[in-house]
Nanobody, 114 residues
Framework: QVQLVESGGGLVQAGGSLRLSCAAS????????MGWYRQAPGKQREWVAL???????DYADSVKGRFTISRENGKNTVYLQMNSLKPEDTAVYYC????????WGQGTQVTVSS
């Protein structure tokens, strides 16, 4: 069974940067989108960014201009470069891949201190 393994979370001061990575443990065919969601304490999970199979990115307004999503198609790996981090970016970040079925990572904690 394919699993998504995330890494790169941690504690950073406001204004700092982190890079999240998500790699699939096996092959996933017919990927439509790869993306990231996040869930802050007491809040619902929200969409952050996605990138299509054609390489087109899209971002939530709250992260536009600060976050950059990228992918390595051959490795089924997706990245999220997060710059100018704010305390309100604190959340558990989840990797998501939509193919013939949907896959989710286990989540990685990002904490931004003020």
């Amino acid at each position: 069974q394919v699993q998504l393994v995330e890494s790169g979370g941690g504690l950073v001061q406001a204004g700092g940067s982190l890079r999240l990575s998500c790699a699939a443990s096996g092959s996933i065919f017919s990927i439509y989108t790869m993306g990231w969601y996040r869930q802050a304490p007491g809040k619902q999970r929200e969409w952050v960014a996605l990138i299509t199979s054609g390489g087109s990115p899209d971002y939530a307004d709250s992260v536009k201009g600060r976050f950059t999503i990228s992918r390595e198609n051959g490795k089924n790996t997706v990245y999220l470069q997060m710059n100018s981090l704010k305390p309100e970016d604190t959340a558990v970040y989840y990797c998501n891949i939509v193919a013939r079925r949907e896959y989710w990572g286990q989540g990685t904690q990002v904490t931004v201190s003020s």
